[in-house]
């Protein structure tokens, strides 16, 4: 990690390199041996966890910031100043409190990442994981084909006597799967499950933010959507949603301009920008965070490639005359 502080922040050579190891893990592009690199760094002295720790206290004041919309009392650089003018009482702190306060934050860090910075212990413990901008095809059981898009993790379940089930820990993924006689092909996910004898569909699970229930889009075929009580029968070009709290009216979508992504495009149809924002941070490495309530309502159209996320943000710069400020680590501003 780097040994100089280019931020003009007052930070320590450790402090530095703890911000570093955030943005890494933040990035999206972080592997597993980045991962282990980074535990071996804050495992190597106190010092390293609390810095470690202190380091995610920004990252979570931008989440909440995130939340709000239009909060203006947090600022990226103000808070890394502030992290660097606090850091010998919150280091102290954290030093004195011992093994089991750094070992109890540390779990919580891995079970919970703080904003999904990094993958949490069950995704990297999935059968099959793709990166941030990542699409990957994997074929399971002789005849089911699955496609998963970016930042998605499946993992492989026990099967029942008439079911092969596969677990969406989260992300989105496309199955297919031809007539299987009397066995089923079954997708679990957040309590419920999409399944079909015959069939190609959808299922996306976001796992942040608000606007994360479950989609589940039929394609071809059939498909079944069970939650609590409750089943839907979806047919080609139907839709429906589900949570905790049950499961959403039957929609009827293009099929075509929904599975676009598997064809590495994004397409907005008069999307709010807080919603076009959470799409790009699923395909782009870093975080945009957006800090403006009246910006977040507004609307664009457009067509992109899945690598060119970039070109999204000049875009909104154009048309809705949106501020963009560019920090480290790929995180940026959007007001």
Known sequence: ???????????????????????????GDATEGDIEAARRWRAQDPAHEAAFVAANLVWREIGAARKVLNDPRVDYATALDAFGQRRRSVSRRIVLGGAATVAAVATYGIVNPPLGLWPSLSQLNADFRTATGEQRNVNFAGDIAINLNTQTSLAIRPPTATEERIELIAGEAAFETTQ?????????????????????????????????????????????V???NTIAELR?????????????????????????????????????????????NRYRAGRIVLMSATLAQKQINGRFRIGEMDEILLQLQQAVDAHIRHLPGGLVILS
């Open 1 to 27: 990690m780097t040994k100089d502080n280019p931020r003009g922040t007052g930070l320590s050579r450790v402090e530095s390199e703890a911000v570093s190891w955030a943005q890494k893990l933040a990035s």
């Open 180 to 224: 299987r006689g009397t066995r089923v092909l079954a997708v679990l996910a957040a309590g419920g499950k999409a399944f079909t004898e015959a069939g190609r569909f959808d299922v996306r699970y976001a796992t942040e933010g608000d606007r994360s229930p479950v989609t589940v889009t039929c394609f071809d075929g059939r498909v079944h």
């Open 226 to 228: 069970e939650q609590g």
């Open 236 to 280: 080609r070009g139907q839709r429906v949603r589900y949570t905790a709290a049950g499961i959403s009216g039957i929609a009827t979508v293009d099929p075509i301009a929904e599975s676009n992504w598997q064809r590495g495009i994004v397409e907005f149809r008069n999307t709010p920008i807080a919603e076009v924002v959470d799409e790009i």
